[in-house]
């Protein structure tokens, strides 16, 4: 039997040769040093579990507890216990890569251990477009950008140049592949779900973990299954099915679970329809989403020059899918046969609407009918299938000499898409059609958007291919209501100009004054040509590092060396100030927003002049208005925090459910520990930042009794009592002391193992990871 050993060797070229151990292996390395899973260790790994579990398999679990650090001893129990794994390797974009590596600088490894990217999409603002905005935020960003470049190249990581694309996109071209284990420093890290991966989005402090060599915890998931019935035809697209399940679970019915589709529906859905089905998965909560491999996974891989890969796949394809008779937690059906054009929002992904009843919805509740910009595009949806079934749909309001009667900009997933759909003439439609397209990068879906049409607090209406439309995310104006809904049906809303426009339905008029009827989206999966790679972005890691210099300038404003936390005292925390009380929902994008405050992630004291600044205070219902109980006077929340930090005070945020809903930005979680915060106090926590906060020795505790959360009052004082026993599973008490002078006792608890623990009495999980070299 040969055995093959896969490097990536050049720009989307792989190389094969004989290996002289007995294992096959897949190494997606493009160019960085370091190893991948072994096909045979993942089913050496995979035998021991089912063998010890004694029951078929789901395909998550087999991929998670096929990349086990200990399959013999490790404990399993879904959603209680914690496991220990080892990742394949780790992405990181331009945003959350700076405080990653100046975290891994801190900890004074020389290289990674496990092949590691950078990728430059985050910092690219929308203005005017691709060719002038790239070319703008190279000069904006010079600092930022040779940081990463120089860090990368000194430690080993590869780093995607600015205009290479957006993180997910490029790693589903590259490097995910069935049965991979990748965590990326974003939340849409799962869109290599797409591919048959394990795909997870963390915080930076995890990618440093892993960067390191140490084993990565994750809690045991629940499955969720997702069984897919019919196929998908006409105007009903792979967005459709996410924006359903949206629809069904919430923002936070799937945290803690893996969702997993199957069923014989999976087949007539593409690759890259996969990966934005997965990718949007972070809007439910889910911990990561995945398919079985198949044909179309085939297809793809070999499209994009990794047939040999395919070939491997193709001979453990046993491991790539779910065994028969495995058990989900719960499932979930869907006939796609009937399933509807959807659009979800505005302001929450979840409210899901068919686009037959949007029009009367938003009349009925004064949402606004025009429709002022579409907006295709973003890491959910770039694929050449997506600029396909668009650009058929300009071609045909074009033949009827029409154009778009909104505004409409085109997002490019990657450079190689970009030149591909410029080669094969999507791009020149779209532009004719009345389209900006602008830079590979992520551009308006986080907030990069110069936007000018409207003045800010003007009710508006936009509609976007994106994954996420929170308040203020795509152009940071609280009065703009976003919709979620898929490329085609963004076209077909930008081309009638109104929310009230059903493409299944209603008739345009053309330009002779004839109604006509828009025909289904239409579209290649995949290019008959094969891909234009475009430009080659990529910059290898030199084998010799030691002349590279990495520079930090304490002057800089924009990048700023870590200074380590104060370890934990041995003491309870006792008087903690309340600083706020938040009211509803509260995301990573009201505790550390994006948009304009992007330049700052690099510097830790300078973006910490944003937390908390959306997030409504229960006490006047107002944002970046809370009294300093010290003072008397009202303030902005960072001011506050400084203000109390300064004079000795720790303090703590109560909140609601679902707390650090959306983005995996650690920001959010170090900016409240730079502040002098020790504790959040809420309902419930979303799961990526429950841990972001863990690592930076901050504790995230929720209430026993959620009803407990209307016993505190903004002015309160609150003591941790316990911490000297502090373990896991053992709650510890709340004292609630009132103004009036009266107490509330209160049961906390809290979801820390015993690593993290330890990571609380060394002050951050960084310090711990010092302290044991």
Not at 92 to 113: C, E, R
Request: aromatic share 6%; hydrophobic share 35%.
């Amino acid at each position: 039997k040969t055995n093959y050993f896969i490097l990536f060797e050049g720009a989307r070229r792989l190389h094969v040769s004989a290996a002289f151990n007995a294992k096959a292996k897949v190494a997606m390395s493009r160019f960085e040093p370091g190893t991948s899973i072994s096909y045979e260790k993942l089913h050496e790994n995979i035998d021991i579990v089912r063998k010890r579990l004694n029951r078929p398999l789901t395909l998550s679990e087999k991929i998670v507890y096929g990349h086990l650090d200990d399959p013999v001893g490790q404990d399993i129990a879904r959603g209680r216990t914690y496991l220990r794994l080892r990742p394949d390797r780790v992405a990181m974009q331009d945003a959350t890569a700076q405080m990653a590596m100046l975290q891994f600088i801190s900890s004074g490894l020389p290289k990674v251990a496990v092949p590691s990217t950078i990728h430059c999409d985050h910092l690219i603002e929308a203005q005017i477009g691709g060719v002038e905005d790239l070319k703008r935020a190279k000069e904006v960003n010079q600092e930022v950008y040779n940081f990463l470049a120089t860090a990368g190249a000194k430690y080993g990581v590869g780093f995607w140049k600015p205009g290479s694309g957006i993180i997910h996109q490029i790693i589903l071209e590259n490097y995910a592949y069935p049965g991979v284990l990748l965590i990326g420093t974003d939340s849409h890290t799962p869109n290599g779900g797409g591919l048959g991966s394990i795909c997870i989005g963390v915080g930076g402090a995890d990618a440093v973990d892993v960067m390191a060599g140490i084993p990565w915890e994750l809690k045991c998931p629940n499955v969720i299954g997702v069984k897919l019935t019919g196929s998908l035809s006409g105007w009903t697209s792979p967005k459709d099915v996410i924006l359903k399940v949206a629809g069904i679970l919430t923002v936070k019915g799937g945290t803690g679970a893996i969702v997993e589709y199957h069923g014989p529906g999976v087949d007539s859905i593409s690759c890259t329809g996969m990966a934005t089905i997965c990718n949007m998965g972070a809007e439910i909560g889910a911990t990561t989403s995945v398919f079985p491999y198949n044909h179309r996974m085939k297809t793809y891989l070999n499209k994009t020059g990794r047939a040999d890969i395919a070939a491997l796949a193709d001979e453990h394809k046993d491991d790539l899918v779910p065994d028969k008779g495995c058990k989900y937690d719960h499932v979930i059906e869907i006939n796609l046969s009937e399933l509807k054009p959807h659009i979800n929002g505005p302001f929450t992904p979840d409210l899901a609407h068919p686009v037959s009843e949007i029009g009367a919805v938003a009349e009925k509740n004064g949402w606004p009918l025009e429709v002022k910009v579409g907006l295709i595009g973003s890491c959910t949806n770039s694929s050449y299938e997506d600029m396909g079934r668009a650009a058929s749909l300009a071609k045909q309001a074009l033949d009827k000499g029409l154009k778009c009667k909104a505004a409409f900009t085109v997002t490019p997933g990657s450079e190689q898409i970009r030149a591909t759909i410029e080669r094969d003439g999507f791009s020149k439609i779209l532009r004719d059609v009345g389209g900006v397209v602008l830079a590979n990068a992520c551009g308006p879906c986080i907030g990069q958007w110069d936007r000018k049409d409207v003045k800010m607090g003007e009710k508006n209406t936009i509609v976007t291919s994106y994954n996420r439309n929170f308040t203020s995310r795509n152009d940071a104006n609280p009065a703009t209501h976003a919709f979620v809904t898929s490329p085609e049906i963004v076209t077909a809303l930008a081309i009638a100009g109104t929310l009230k426009f059903d493409p299944e339905t209603d008739y345009l008029t053309a330009a002779n004054g004839e109604k006509f009827k828009l025909e289904p989206p239409n579209g290649d999966e995949l290019p008959a040509r094969d891909f234009d790679p475009g430009q080659d972005t990529y910059q290898h890691p030199p084998a010799e590092s030691g002349s590279v210099m990495v520079d930090v300038s304490p002057t800089s404003t924009r990048l700023q060396l870590l200074e380590p936390f104060d370890k934990w005292n041995g003491k309870d925390l006792e008087d903690l100030q309340v600083l706020i009380k938040v009211k509803g929902k509260c995301t990573t994008d009201h505790i550390s927003a994006a948009g304009p405050w992007l330049k700052f992630r690099g510097h830790l004291d300078n973006i910490s002049n944003n937390m908390l600044i959306g997030a409504i205070n229960i006490e006047n219902d107002a944002v970046n208005k809370i009294k300093n109980r010290l003072t008397g006077e009202y303030g902005g929340v960072p001011d506050v925090a400084r203000h109390y930090k300064a004079n000795g005070l720790s303090w703590v945020v109560v909140g609601d459910d679902n707390y650090g809903e959306g983005s995996s930005r650690e920001h959010a979680a170090l900016e409240p520990r730079h502040l002098g915060g020790r504790v959040i106090l809420v309902k419930s926590f979303a799961r990526i930042h429950e841990t972001n906060l863990k690592k930076q020795g901050m504790l995230p505790l929720t209430f026993a009794d959620p009803t407990d959360y209307d016993k505190i009052r903004p002015d309160d004082k609150l003591s941790i009592m316990g911490l000297a026993t502090f373990a896991p599973g053992k709650p510890l008490k709340g004292v609630v002391k009132h103004g009036d002078g009266s107490q509330d006792i209160i049961t906390l608890n809290h979801t820390f193992n015993e690593n993290q623990v330890e990571w609380f009495h060394a002050g951050s999980a960084l310090n711990r990871m010092k302290e044991l070299q």
